[in-house]
């Protein structure tokens, strides 16, 4: 009667794929592999990475250059804008216009006829006159302070009198610079 | 189904055990990624074997899995900053060896040499060991060497996708989604690549098999 416990075992093909869990180098193996893998990640700590390559790289470096292109065009628009008068924008007070202390200029046709209101940036301190609807369009401006400045006052020197239409960013409808910034006391002059 | 290695202990970790071991690797990703190179000595002692095995069983050319595991390293260095922690650390290090053994194994397809490592001690002394002698009534060492050589030329014989799914399951004991986020496709298709490349191997190897 045959032994049941003498049946050899079955060999199955995952017994025979573990045997490759086995195959495995020495020490002087990894010894070898740890030295040279340590010298090539030093040495691409110093260099620049390859080169991408395949679609992929490629449409990547496209989008590189459309935003780089976009962002210069973008620069160069806003250094534009910076020198263009815009009616949104917060005017500095280095921007605003020189301003002119009692001067009397006579009507221009040229000049808007609907007057321009300016609010002080900080009503608190400032003291600002509403314009009567009817002033005329000319008027001059004094000496002002900006009490935005977190440094001090910024005074602008007088200069010359001119029509307001001239004034960067003043000459703007009225209704825009309503919303500007613009630190500036003000007086209504004598016609 | 017979464990005929004694000392073979199962590769499949139980999911606590991957969360945990996730959660370690992270934190060594996020060192590197902070600048600790040291960080990322650790994952190379952690993974350099299995890496090294992976490798070596898809190119069964043991000079080349050196090279092609430093590489994967090297890459894996380059773009850690851009792991984001979606996928663990270690499918993430896989994905990228794998993928350098395919382009590798296919740009060298007509020079291709095999060299294959030094099978364990333990192998010899093996109940397989004592099974094959048994059956083909020869010594052991003699038997083990020629099955080696068999099981390889079998693994080469499949095609790329059929050997990678076969090493990643049958060897290293990954899971079929782990697979699949390796192989970048669904656990269906892991499936039957998986279950075709044993059909495959069977025919390959059943005179070895009883």
Same mark, same amino acid.
């Given at each position: 009667?045959?032994?049941?416990?003498?049946?050899?075992?079955?060999?199955?093909?995952?017994?025979?794929?573990?045997?490759?869990?086995?195959?495995?180098?020495?020490?002087?193996?990894?010894?070898?592999?740890?030295?040279?893998?340590?010298?090539?990640?030093?040495?691409?700590? !110093?260099?620049?990475?390859?080169?991408?390559?395949?679609?992929?790289?490629?449409?990547?470096?496209?989008?590189?250059?459309?935003?780089?292109?976009?962002?210069?065009?973008?620069?160069?628009?806003?250094?534009?804008?910076?020198?263009?008068?815009?009616? +949104?924008?917060?005017?500095?007070?280095?921007?605003?216009?020189?301003?002119?202390?009692?001067?009397?200029?006579?009507?221009?046709?040229?000049?808007?006829?609907?007057? !321009?209101?300016?609010?002080?940036?900080?009503?608190?301190?400032?003291?600002?006159?509403? +314009?009567?609807?009817?002033?005329?369009?000319?008027?001059?401006?004094?000496?002002?302070?900006?009490?935005?400045?977190? #440094?001090?006052?910024?005074?602008?020197? #007088?200069?010359?009198?001119? #029509?307001?239409?001239?004034?960067?960013?003043?000459?703007?409808?009225?209704?825009?610079?309503?919303?500007?910034?613009?630190?500036?006391?003000?007086?209504?002059?004598?016609? | 189904?017979?464990? $005929?290695?004694? %000392?073979?202990?199962?590769?499949?970790?139980?999911?606590?055990?991957?969360?945990?071991?996730?959660?370690?690797? &992270?934190? $060594?990703?996020?060192?590197? *990624?902070?600048?600790?190179?040291?960080?990322?000595?650790? $994952?190379?002692?952690?993974?350099?074997?299995?890496?090294?095995? @992976?490798?070596?069983?898809?190119?069964?050319?043991?000079?080349?899995?050196?090279?092609?595991?430093?590489?994967?390293?090297?890459?894996?260095?380059?773009? @850690?900053?851009?792991?984001?922690?979606?996928? =663990?650390?270690?499918?993430?290090?896989?994905? @990228?060896?794998? %993928?350098? =053994?395919?382009?590798?194994?296919?740009?060298?397809?007509?020079?291709?040499?095999?060299?294959?490592?030094?099978?364990?001690?333990?192998?010899?002394?093996?109940?397989?060991?004592?099974?094959?002698?048994?059956?083909?009534?020869?010594?052991?060492?003699? &038997?083990?060497?020629?099955?080696?050589?068999?099981? %390889?030329?079998?693994?080469?014989?499949?095609? &790329? %996708?059929?050997?990678?799914?076969? @090493?990643?399951?049958?060897?290293?004991?990954? =899971?079929?989604?782990?697979?699949?986020?390796?192989?970048?496709?669904?656990?269906?298709?892991?499936?039957?690549?998986?279950?075709?490349?044993?059909? *495959?191997? *069977?025919?390959?190897?059943?005179?070895?098999?009883?």
């Amino acid at each position: 009667m045959p032994d049941p416990t003498n049946t050899p075992r079955k060999i199955t093909l995952e017994d025979l794929l573990r045997l490759k869990r086995h195959e495995r180098p020495g020490s002087e193996f990894w010894a070898r592999f740890d030295r040279e893998l340590n010298e090539k990640v030093w040495r691409t700590l !110093v260099q620049p990475p390859p080169r991408e390559h395949g679609l992929a790289a490629f449409w990547r470096q496209r989008v590189r250059w459309l935003v780089a292109g976009a962002a210069s065009i973008a620069a160069v628009f806003v250094s534009w804008s910076d020198h263009t008068p815009s009616p +949104l924008a917060t005017i500095q007070p280095t921007m605003t216009a020189t301003v002119v202390a009692n001067v009397v200029a006579p009507p221009d046709a040229s000049v808007p006829s609907e007057p !321009v209101r300016i609010a002080s940036a900080n009503p608190a301190t400032e003291k600002v006159a509403p +314009l009567p609807s009817d002033a005329p369009a000319q008027y001059a401006v004094s000496t002002f302070e900006p009490s935005v400045n977190p #440094a001090g006052s910024h005074k602008v020197p #007088a200069t010359v009198a001119f #029509a307001a239409a001239e004034l960067p960013g003043i000459h703007f409808a009225t209704d825009t610079l309503a919303t500007a910034v613009i630190p500036v006391r003000w007086r209504e002059t004598a016609y | 189904m017979s464990r $005929l290695f004694a %000392n073979t202990k199962p590769l499949v970790a139980t999911p606590s055990e991957h969360a945990a071991e996730a959660s370690v690797d &992270l934190a $060594l990703v996020r060192r590197v *990624q902070a600048g600790d190179i040291r960080a990322f000595d650790l $994952l190379i002692q952690k993974y350099r074997e299995r890496l090294f095995a @992976i490798i070596y069983n898809l190119t069964a050319n043991r000079e080349d899995a050196s090279d092609l595991a430093q590489e994967a390293f090297i890459r894996a260095f380059r773009s @850690i900053g851009r792991f984001k922690g979606d996928s =663990s650390f270690f499918t993430w290090l896989y994905r @990228i060896a794998v %993928n350098a =053994s395919l382009t590798h194994i296919k740009r060298t397809r007509m020079r291709r040499f095999f060299s294959f490592e030094n099978l364990g001690e333990e192998v010899s002394q093996s109940e397989l060991a004592e099974a094959l002698a048994d059956k083909f009534q020869s010594d052991k060492p003699t &038997l083990v060497k020629e099955l080696q050589e068999k099981l %390889n030329e079998a693994l080469q014989r499949l095609s &790329l %996708n059929h050997r990678t799914v076969v @090493i990643l399951f049958e060897i290293e004991g990954l =899971s079929h989604q782990e697979i699949a986020q390796v192989m970048e496709c669904s656990e269906g298709t892991v499936r039957s690549r998986l279950h075709y490349a044993k059909q *495959q191997l *069977q025919s390959y190897l059943q005179d070895y098999l009883r």
